[in-house]
């Protein structure tokens, strides 16, 4: 057999074909980082902290491009887009809890700022 004529062989100089593409996006695994920090940052401003968190476990999963397993930043940014998550929805649930216990309900807490409110204005 002659493996020199063969098309299919490599030539010197001639580039290797790969038929893997990484399809794996570095700039959603970036951005997934960027969002689960943010949202921990935020944790005490439901406003922003939900979205940032949403968005960061998303973005950790399409940065994995269809494959099974994450790249470190990825798997990062979906750990603190989750506990930014579970650690913004704690903080609601236990402040809604403390209101429900100390005011009596949330119309009380209302009355309660209203009155406050109104006392603020009578002093300027």
Request: proline share 3%; charged share 10%; glycine share 10%.
């Amino acid at each position: 057999m002659d493996y020199q004529n063969n098309p299919d062989s490599h030539q010197p100089g001639q580039e290797l074909f790969s038929p893997y593409k990484n399809k794996r996006s570095a700039g959603f695994a970036t951005a997934s980082l960027v969002l689960g920090i943010l949202s921990l940052v935020t944790c005490c401003c439901i406003y922003s902290a939900l979205p940032f968190g949403a968005l960061a476990i998303i973005f950790a999963l399409l940065s994995r491009g269809g494959e099974m397993t994450m790249d470190s930043r990825g798997m990062t940014g979906l750990g603190l887009g989750i506990a930014g998550l579970v650690l913004t929805i704690v903080i609601f649930i236990i402040m809604f809890i403390y209101t429900v216990s100390f005011y009596g309900g949330f119309d009380a807490f209302m009355q309660y700022t209203n009155e406050l409110a109104e006392q603020y204005m009578q002093m300027q």
